[in-house]
């Protein structure tokens, strides 16, 4: 696992422009936030930041790791990491590793605005929670999504199906109050995410269940998701 | 001695397509076999069942005695492979490859350097993609020959290369010969697979 995250931990830094970009932009927008809504009390950025991390891990971890994906696949790169005695979800895994750290890392920034700005969330652990499962959750859906994309240029048109029902999960999550998010809302993707990162502000009840909604479809699907994976383009 | 590769009446196919169709083979330690057989013959899909990459639809398949689809993680370490197309990250350097590779392999030996051994030393801090056809073909053998592996199974290797890079190919796996391991290749090129492989095996669909 370590040779193969960190040699694509090293073909992540080869594209120094991509990184600094991904450190730039949830700057950006944190600050542009906090510029625009200085009148909104603490309890009120929950729904905001929610809605922010659900756009980073559908852009970063599930977009971004589809197309790696799709692009690895089409180099024949993966058809000739199976002969390299890892496991196949060791290699898929290996290959996200990069996409996920950088998601994290996206997220800290974002977060340190707002704590710099004296907006920070009350219960950051919740935070942490929503940061991990939302990424990890992305990253499953990455390998799903790369079972139907043939190649690295068709990953916009298959991700956008997924892609809106993250966004729109958070926008659906920030809409309805945080008592009545109901256990089959939690199981649209960016539901889930968006409750826990407003938790992690507000408060409220259904931490417990948005955690164990996530976590379960992640460790039922992701296993599914390995074994359908196609490793050869020609396929 | 022991077989390295037995196959007994193999057949695949792809959907309605029979890809292969009652295949037998063996080939012992030491012995350098050569697959020749027109395009779509099912050269490459026969290397890729024992490569443990495809399930075969029939037939029994044992590579070092074990059945390589179930067992393919356990063969990794003795089987190197060289497929058609290059499978190198295109963006890694050649010395940032091998080095992957033998630490997917767990071999650190200073011993053996196969990038001097298929003289690419001098390129070890050029990208992958940088590559002429026929040293990125010369980096794939580099990489299946990391673990001195008991079995190569190499599919076109000497396609794309000069024939100064085919002599040195040749030779190194006339070498590897002596050391015991056995060699199975798939060519188009007669002439030079009947002037160095103990046999010729044609597929025929």
Redesign the interface.
């Known amino acids: 696992m ?3 995250a ?2 694509e931990f ?2 992540l830094a ?1 594209s120094p422009f991509a990184i600094v970009m991904a450190g730039l932009l949830p700057a950006a927008v944190g600050m542009l936030i906090v510029w625009a809504e200085q009148d909104t009390g603490r309890a009120g950025w929950g729904g905001a930041a929610g809605l922010l991390l659900v756009t980073l891990v559908t852009f970063t971890a599930y977009t971004g790791g589809t197309t790696t994906l799709a692009a ?1 696949r089409q ?3 993966l ?9 196949d979800a060791t290699i898929l895994g290996a290959v996200l590793l990069p996409l996920a750290a950088l998601t994290l890392v996206q997220t800290a920034v974002l977060m340190g605005i707002l704590v710099a700005a004296g907006r920070g969330p009350s219960r950051p652990w919740l935070l942490v929670a929503a940061a991990v499962t939302g990424t990890a959750a992305g990253c499953v859906l990455a390998v799903v999504t790369a079972v139907v994309t043939p190649a690295p240029e068709l990953a916009q048109l298959t991700t956008s199906p997924i892609a809106i029902a993250f966004l729109g999960g958070g926008f659906w999550a920030v809409r309805t109050p945080a008592d009545d998010v109901s256990w089959a809302m939690l199981a649209v993707p960016g539901v889930s995410v968006t409750q826990l990162t407003r938790a992690a502000w507000e408060g409220g009840s259904g931490v417990l269940g948005a955690i164990t909604v996530v976590a379960a479809l992640s460790l039922v699907v992701a296993p599914l998701a390995v074994r359908a994976f196609a ?2 383009p020609r396929r | 001695m022991t077989t390295t590769v037995a196959c007994r009446d193999v057949s695949f196919s792809y959907g309605p397509y029979d890809a292969l169709q009652g295949v037998d083979l063996e080939v012992r330690p030491g012995e350098l076999v050569a697959l020749a057989g027109a395009n779509g013959a099912g050269k490459t899909t026969l290397l890729e069942i024992l490569l443990g990459l495809r399930r075969p639809a029939s037939g029994t398949v044992r590579v070092l005695g074990r059945e390589p689809f179930r067992e393919r993680r356990r063969l990794a370490h003795a089987v190197g492979a060289v497929f058609q197309e290059s499978g190198c990250a295109p963006d890694l350097t050649v010395a940032e490859t091998v080095r992957m590779w033998q630490r997917l392999q767990r071999q650190h030996s200073r011993d053996h350097d196969p990038l001097a051994e298929l003289n690419l030393r001098h390129r070890s801090h050029v990208r992958v993609r940088q590559l002429s056809g026929g040293e990125r073909r010369r980096l794939d053998l580099a990489v299946a020959l990391i673990g001195k592996p008991r079995l190569l199974v190499l599919d076109e290797p000497t396609t794309g290369l000069d024939p100064e890079s085919r002599e040195l190919v040749w030779d190194l796996l006339r070498h590897r010969r002596h050391e015991g391991t056995a060699v199975l290749l798939s060519t188009h090129l007669l002439d030079e697979a009947s002037a160095h492989a103990d046999r010729v095996e044609e597929v025929v669909r």
Do not use: E, P
């Open positions: 370590r040779a193969l960190g040699a090293r073909l080869r690895r180099q024949f790169v058809k000739r990491l199976r002969m390299s005695g890892a496991r490793w050869d």
